[in-house]
């Protein structure tokens, strides 16, 4: 842990979304999480984001937790976590939840309407509870029994207890607001120390906070100090602080460190009784916060987290490398320091100079870096080489090289103390230019010169000056003559940087030139502000928000160095460092880089937000140990460079999974997902987050992480410093693995996103089923429709058969009618005949002469008679009057005779009944059909009569 005044403490507050800032009591639970207890609400910590928990519901995710003002936190070694707060009783989260359990009601322990002052759990799974006025409480939680120890039912003296704690036997001791020492033996005998009879040992305070210590009892008190009590030999000893006015106490390792109510944080060594202090110094940004320290943690990786009252949470960090910003003085003694802007910097053996933005040239020791003073006072620098100091360099050992904005370039001559402008030789071209902005040297001893408006120059020994490359040069014209920086490789290349247009590089006779708009090579920004070449070659690029490139020899070609991940994209300067490792400076702070390890360190230092702006150039690594950075405000020096070898603790966890919108923690039994061995998620949840943490929380808002979600996206994807969640968005089904990454550490979850329901084998089962029901029930509906339509259709032709036959069944009751009237017509008439013959006869018969010849010729005048035929053809026509028609229409040629006999051969008579008819011999008949068939063109193969009845 860092000493004294060179703390530099992290700030968590209002402004971070802390829910307020006075704070009761930290905890750290298993996953990383820190714990805040604070007078309106719970607070829950991961390092980048802050979780409120307090009874609104509006105000906390989850149910069950009741209380605003927190007082007391624990976390026991199943990873249970208890609240304490005031007037609500106890919260519990259990190590297999996420859900609070207020246990207020329906436990041994309702009731409970006072301020729960402290937590413990011992040995034997028994929580102590210590309460501002109802005593203590003995917890067994498991069976949920309680036992108390009040002033009613025991030897307290008082309800009012405030702390307690465990020693190697198993014993409970605790403080209240008396002056006496509580002892709780393990089979729970309570028993009162008398600390009023020890010497050196008035404890009469209203709150002490007690620890336990190599079986000592460490007391503070809030207005007696601090107290060292050997139980076995009652033996009080004092310890002597600045402030009576104690909080808190938390042993480390061989230090106890003490909170106190107006005097700041003190740390006392048990081996040396050193005392140190920490104070707020309002004119320092990393100092602590407030002078009203309360509660104090450390938490697994030894770091320090005190709460304040109304300061916030103040963490101070395990042996980070820290910024000491080197004080400037205006001369030797002046007793205020400047706040210059330094522009560069250069160190021999000797000395150390720093040039300024306007106050002139400075210098220090290596050695002693405490304070650094000016070369000359500010009137005599103005006169001599000017106030705007741009580059340094040592061309020898006591010879410096002074470049200037708006007077020209000069040389310091630290023998003689003199300053000399350095002017062209005659009959060679001078340099021209007062605007210099960079110079630097090749292994040759040339010294490259760059210049804002005139390009780049060459100094060589024994030559002098040459206007070397510019945008007039006959052979190879640069893209600009506003030179930010030039470099001389190992190779003999010169490389040249522009302000605004690309890079260029020259290689003796042949020449080329990056920039973005030549995308094949691989330089995708112009503005160019440092170049490097490190111990292995490689030549490194650093630009104005494109971050920082590196050469590769064997494609020709630049590459980006994980851009998102470093600090900052406004790369300033690149140093080599050990062990193949780059420092790279920004205008947002510093990034450490382990090239063997593709690690990045990233550090702000938790200062102001200016200190950490480095300018262009303006960094020194002093033997591989001090490294130098020049900003805005003034010199730094980062100290502890060895701690960014962190001891290899993978702290990376997942903190949450957000699905469509819902935390998985904030809806399922989960504590932690890094308990689980993979995450499943339903067809519909293909848009989801991950949160994670390193928990490394002096660098969490500079810490950058990788991820991907393979196969879904096999290349690694960078997060900008200070974002620790990735979002995926309708991710088809399938099994992934997500992998976060950090500088040194890898982390992974399976997740399995399940088939839609219409991928699965049930339900493709039950379509085939589905389908071949239809493709079924299509066929029986096809069949039965053709069924139905053959029905129909044998229906139809019942009815039209039935029609046909009704019709012949009509046309032979027409035709019979017909017949019957034909026959009675022919039988009245007959009979009308057979009268008149038999008159006749009788008239013949009373005659003398009978006359036979009358009645022959009656009858054969009946037999002759036309209008027989005529009422036949009547009564034929009306039953077949279509067969007369069609018969006529086709044979013309027939006779009245053809046509009576067609219509007695189509009534199907014989041959006699025809002869009868017609009154013909049946071989008249004969005869007459044969001349039938001649008049119809009928073959002898064809019967007359079925052609008649089927015509």
């Not at 360099?393 to 020209?408: A, H, S, V």
């Not at 046909?804 to 019957?820: D, F, H, M, Q, Y």
């Not at 035929?869 to 086709?890: A, H, P």
Request: with cysteine.
């Amino acid at each position: 842990m860092v000493d004294g005044q060179d703390a530099h403490f992290n700030h968590l507050t209002i402004k971070d979304g802390l829910s307020h800032n006075s704070i009761n009591d930290i905890v750290q639970d298993q996953d990383g999480n820190i714990w805040i207890a604070t007078q309106n609400g719970l607070n829950k910590y991961n390092g980048y984001d802050l979780e409120v928990y307090k009874s609104s519901v509006d105000n906390t995710p989850f149910k069950g937790f009741l209380g605003t003002t927190i007082t007391s936190l624990l976390v026991d070694r199943d990873q249970n976590l208890w609240v304490g707060t005031t007037n609500e009783g106890l919260n519990v989260k259990w190590a297999n939840s996420n859900k609070f359990q207020n246990l207020n009601t329906d436990s041994a322990i309702s009731n409970m309407d006072v301020e729960i002052s402290s937590i413990y759990r011992d040995d034997r799974n028994l929580l102590w509870i210590t309460t501002i006025g109802q005593g203590i409480i003995q917890y067994d939680f498991i069976d949920d029994k309680a036992k108390s120890f009040t002033s009613e039912n025991s030897p307290l003296l008082t309800d009012v207890i405030f702390s307690l704690t465990e020693d190697d036997l198993g014993n409970i001791w605790a403080t209240g607001a008396d002056n006496n020492l509580i002892k709780i033996s393990a089979n729970s005998d309570l028993s009162i120390m008398d600390l009023s009879t020890l010497d050196q040992c008035s404890l009469s305070s209203y709150r002490k906070t007690i620890k336990h210590n190599d079986g000592n009892i460490l007391l503070a008190t809030d207005n007696r100090g601090l107290f060292d009590i050997n139980i076995k030999a009652k033996i009080c000893n004092k310890i002597e602080l600045p402030s009576s006015q104690l909080r808190d106490i938390a042993i480390h390792e061989d230090q106890l460190w003490i909170a106190s109510d107006g005097d700041g944080l003190f740390v006392y060594d048990f081996s040396s009784l050193d005392v140190k202090q920490f104070l707020i110094n309002p004119s320092i940004d990393y100092s602590l916060s407030s002078n009203a320290t309360q509660s104090l943690f450390f938490d697994r990786n030894d770091n320090l987290w005190i709460g304040t009252y109304n300061g916030g949470v103040n963490i101070l960090f395990d042996d980070p490398p820290v910024v000491d910003r080197i004080e400037l003085f205006g001369e030797p003694g002046d007793k205020v320091p400047l706040s210059s802007s330094i522009l560069c910097m250069a160190y021999s053996d000797e000395h150390i100079v720093l040039g300024t933005d306007g106050d002139g040239l400075f210098m220090g020791s290596a050695d002693q870096l405490n304070k650094v003073y000016p070369l000359l006072e500010r009137e005599e620098q103005q006169a001599k080489s000017g106030l705007v100091i741009t580059s340094l360099f040592f061309k020898e050992e006591r010879l410096l090289w002074i470049g200037t904005y708006g007077n020209g370039l000069w040389q310091y001559d630290f023998d003689g103390q003199m300053f000399s402008k350095i002017e062209g030789i005659p009959g060679v071209e001078a340099l021209s230019n007062n605007n210099i902005w960079d110079i630097k040297s090749d292994r040759q001893g040339s010294i490259y010169i760059s210049t804002i408006g005139h390009g780049l120059y060459i100094y060589k020994p024994g030559i002098g000056f040459q206007s070397f490359l510019n945008v007039n040069h006959p052979e190879y014209r640069l893209s600009s003559d506003v030179i930010m920086t030039s470099i001389a490789d190992s190779k003999g290349r010169i490389w040249i940087g522009t302000a605004d247009n690309g890079l260029h590089l020259w290689e003796g006779i042949t020449a080329r030139h990056f920039s973005k708009k030549r995308k094949f090579d691989g330089l995708w920004n112009n503005s160019i502000r440092c170049i490097y070449e490190d111990d292995q070659s490689t030549v490194w690029v650093g630009t104005q928000g494109g971050g920082l490139f590196y050469y590769d020899e064997s494609e020709k070609k630049f590459k980006s160095y994980l851009p998102e991940a470093l600090v900052s994209s406004n790369i300033m300067a690149v140093l080599s460092g050990r062990d193949n490792s780059l420092w790279v400076t920004t205008t947002k702070g510093i990034s450490y880089i382990d090239r063997d390890n593709d690690k990045i360190s990233n550090f702000d230092f938790h200062t102001k937000q200016n200190f950490n702006q480095f300018n262009r150039g303006a960094a020194i690594l002093i033997d591989d140990e001090k490294l130098l950075a020049g900003g805005i405000y003034g010199l730094h020096n980062i100290k502890d460079l060895s701690s960014v070898e962190d001891e290899d603790v993978n702290r990376l966890m997942f903190t949450d999974i957000t699905i469509s919108g819902k935390s998985l923690l904030g809806t399922a039994d989960i504590q932690s997902i890094n308990d689980l061995d993979h995450i499943a998620l339903k067809a519909g949840d293909r848009s989801f987050e991950f949160s994670f943490s390193d928990f490394v929380y002096d660098a969490a808002q500079s810490s950058s992480f990788q991820y991907k979600l393979d196969p879904y996206n096999e290349e690694w994807i960078s997060l900008p410093a200070g974002i620790n969640h990735a979002a995926f968005q309708n991710v088809p089904w399938g099994n992934y693995t997500f992998y976060i990454k950090d500088d040194t550490h890898i982390a992974s979850i399976d997740v399995c996103i399940e088939r839609p329901f219409w991928l699965k084998w049930w339900f493709l089962l039950f379509l085939l089923f589905f389908m071949c029901s239809i493709i079924y029930t299509y066929r029986r509906f096809v069949s039965q429709r053709k069924q139905d339509e053959q029905k129909r259709l044998l229906v139809e032709a019942e009815k039209e058969i039935l029609a046909l036959k009704n019709k012949s069944l009509e046309n032979s009751v027409i035709a019979s009618n017909t017949k019957l009237l034909s026959s009675t017509a022919q039988m009245a008439h007959k009979n009308e005949v057979l009268t008149s013959v038999r008159q006749t006869l009788k008239e013949q018969l009373k005659s003398d002469k009978i006359d036979l010849y009358r009645i022959i010729r009656l009858l054969d005048l009946e037999l002759a008679n036309e209008d027989y035929w005529e009422e036949f053809n009547m009564y034929f026509e009306s039953v077949d009057q279509e067969f007369i028609r069609k018969l006529n229409s086709n044979y013309r040629n027939l006779t009245q005779n053809d046509i009576r006999l067609c219509a007695l051969l189509r009534l199907n008579l014989n041959t006699k009944e025809i002869a009868s008819l017609l009154n013909i011999s049946i071989r008249g008949v004969e005869k007459a059909r044969s001349r039938l068939k001649k008049r119809m063109e009928l073959t002898k193969e064809i019967n007359l009569q079925s052609f008649i009845k089927s015509y």
